[in-house]
């Protein structure tokens, strides 16, 4: 409560006298002070002037900064009548009538202040901005949305059914409309020699992009008129790495400005200024070399042309090439050609049956071989089943023979696994590993 009576005591203060809420900042002589009258006020006493001097330094310590810093600026005379003024002021609101009124404005506004906390707060309806608004302030007054009465499509099913119409009505420009457009068509004319620039334009069909406003413009200094040769060479000095010495073309674009046209009448100033200044016989330029040094020369390997077929080789070669396709035939009909793959067929299919063969022999061999009691004895054919390869898968020959029986065999490398095997104390297989 102590609070809000400090902020309203102001308020108060100034609705009673309505002389104390003068401007602080104003010149001091369009103030009127409270004891200010018509008739002048009688002479007081008049006090030393050290005692002034340090009575207005206490008064300027009072003030707030922006009135301090106006009141230094005054002269001491003008010090002494604003300090009069504010000692006025000061006895004006002392006094017990003006005390008693601002006490009773405080309280009038204090009790105001109650009743409107005491007063319900009304709720403001929420505003629910509707379709049209899509999300913005409403300004255009359309308000809320009515209530939906199904009587009507959902938003989507409106969007189909415009996304319809355009169709449609595109399908009706190109049934009637388009075909009218033959009778406008012109027939092509190529550009002669009185045009010799070639302008070139970007377009991205009605989007916007930065590279549509540029425009690039290609000519050939042979093409301009009225230029010598001399004038020529200036020009394509003059425009330095933008002519192009294999195509003998000069390229040159501007995207300077926002439209094509400005960009289009910027490079047509351009070139008119070069052909003045190549045209100009003040300086030709003739001792300043030519500078290609920016250009990659393509330098790419030609096919000789000698290397070339010429009617006459390609009928020598397709002879040379019936008559060996006829050797190859009656060689094959005498049965003089050897057919590759068949002589190795054939040399498989025989050492599979020796194969065969050889195993056959080392079964009857072996079954003969057996003593009273059972035992097989050693014999060549064993040895020499072996030495064929039928222990040695991979075909390694040599080794050393069994123990008790063997001797050092010998044998190659490679092969179906073929070698020979010697025992000191007799015959004995040899193990091929």
């Known amino acids: 409560m102590s609070l809000i009576m400090k902020r309203m005591w102001p308020v108060a203060r100034c609705s009673v006298c309505q002389a104390a809420c003068l401007n602080r900042t104003a010149p001091t002589s369009r103030r009127?002070?409270?004891?200010?009258?018509?008739?002048?006020?009688?002479?007081?006493?008049?006090?030393?002037?050290?005692?002034?001097?340090?009575?207005?330094?206490?008064?300027?310590?009072?003030?707030?900064?922006?009135?301090?810093?106006?009141?230094?600026?005054?002269?001491?005379?003008?010090?002494?009548?604003?300090?009069?003024?504010?000692?006025?002021?000061?006895?004006?609101?002392?006094?017990?009538?003006?005390?008693?009124?601002?006490?009773?404005?405080?309280?009038?506004?204090?009790?105001?202040?109650?009743k409107e906390m005491e007063e319900p707060r009304q709720k403001k309806a929420r505003f629910v901005p509707g379709i049209m608004a899509m999300g913005e302030e409403d300004e255009e007054g359309t308000g809320e949305d009515d209530e939906f009465k199904q009587d009507d499509i959902s938003s989507t099913a409106h969007a189909n059914l415009g996304l319809q119409r355009d169709i449609r009505e595109y399908a009706r420009i190109a049934a009637w409309e388009m075909p009218?457009?033959?009778?406008?068509?012109?027939?092509?004319?190529?550009?002669?020699?009185?045009?010799?620039?070639?302008?070139?334009?970007?377009?991205?069909?009605?989007?916007?992009?930065?590279?549509?406003?540029?425009?690039?413009?290609?000519f050939s200094p042979a093409g301009i008129p009225d230029l010598?040769?001399?004038?020529?060479?200036?020009?394509?000095?003059?425009?330095?790495?933008?002519?192009?010495?294999?195509?003998?073309?000069?390229?040159?674009?501007?995207?300077?400005?926002?439209?094509?046209?400005?960009?289009?009448?910027?490079?047509?100033?351009?070139i008119e200024t070069l052909v003045t200044?190549?045209?100009?016989?003040?300086?030709?330029?003739?001792?300043?070399?030519?500078?290609?040094?920016?250009?990659?020369?393509?330098?790419?390997?030609?096919?000789?042309?000698?290397?070339?077929?010429?009617a006459e080789r390609k009928a020598y070669l397709e002879t040379v090439r019936r008559e060996s396709n006829l050797l190859e035939d009656s060689r094959v009909q005498q049965g003089l050609l050897i057919d590759g793959a068949a002589q190795i067929q054939k040399a498989s299919l025989a050492a599979?049956?020796?194969?065969?063969?050889?195993?056959?022999r080392e079964v009857r061999e072996t079954r003969g071989a057996r003593g009273a009691n059972g035992a097989t004895l050693p014999i060549a054919g064993v040895a020499a089943a072996r030495a064929r390869g039928r222990a040695a898968p991979r075909g390694r020959g040599g080794?050393?023979?069994?123990?008790?029986?063997?001797?050092l065999g010998t044998g190659a490398w490679g092969g179906p696994g073929t070698g020979a095997g010697a025992g000191a104390g007799g015959r004995s297989p040899t193990w091929n590993r």
């Open 32 to 114: 009127r002070g409270f004891g200010s009258t018509t008739t002048r006020p009688q002479q007081k006493e008049e006090k030393p002037l050290a005692q002034v001097k340090a009575e207005l330094q206490r008064h300027a310590a009072r003030l707030d900064p922006a009135a301090r810093a106006e009141f230094e600026t005054l002269s001491h005379e003008e010090k002494i009548e604003y300090k009069a003024e504010d000692d006025a002021e000061e006895a004006h609101f002392n006094t017990p009538a003006v005390q008693t009124r601002i006490n009773a404005e405080v309280s009038s506004a204090f009790s105001e202040y109650l």
């Open 180 to 218: 009218l457009l033959s009778q406008h068509a012109k027939p092509f004319v190529a550009p002669g020699a009185d045009r010799p620039l070639r302008f070139r334009y970007t377009t991205y069909l009605g989007e916007q992009h930065p590279a549509e406003r540029k425009v690039v413009v290609e």
């Open 228 to 270: 010598t040769e001399v004038q020529r060479n200036k020009l394509i000095k003059l425009v330095g790495s933008r002519y192009n010495p294999e195509k003998d073309a000069i390229k040159m674009s501007c995207e300077m400005f926002e439209a094509q046209a400005q960009n289009k009448r910027y490079l047509g100033d351009l």
């Open 277 to 310: 200044e190549a045209k100009d016989p003040t300086d030709t330029f003739e001792d300043v070399p030519f500078d290609f040094r920016h250009h990659d020369f393509n330098n790419r390997p030609k096919f000789p042309q000698s290397w070339l077929l010429t």
């Open 352 to 360: 599979t049956v020796a194969a065969n063969v050889g195993d056959a």
């Open 399 to 407: 080794g050393m023979g069994a123990s008790g029986r063997g001797g």
